[in-house]
């Protein structure tokens, strides 16, 4: 089973499921600029991968994409 996320941006509250790994640049349909400091919320996930819910930075997705790498 692939991996995917759903991501919230907490600023407008729009969400999206995205399958891992992925481009960050697939977070501008979210509103967001894809920039490691802007701030996301994992809201739920489904498949192997696993960083918990709650807050985090873009730059915090990269241990999600690393992880579905090694898959």
């Given amino acids: 089973m692939k991996s995917r ?3 919230r ?13 992925f481009y960050f640049g697939k977070l501008t349909r979210l509103g967001l600029r894809g920039s490691y400091e802007e701030q996301i919320e994992i809201v739920d996930h489904e498949g192997f ?9 873009v730059e915090d997705l990269e241990q999600l994409n690393r992880q579905a790498d090694s898959y």
């Fill in 49 to 57: 991968a696993y960083i918990g819910l709650g807050l985090f930075t």
């Fill in 9 to 21: 941006n907490p600023r407008n509250g729009r969400q999206a499921w995205f399958r891992l790994p």
């Fill in 5 to 7: 996320v759903l991501i």
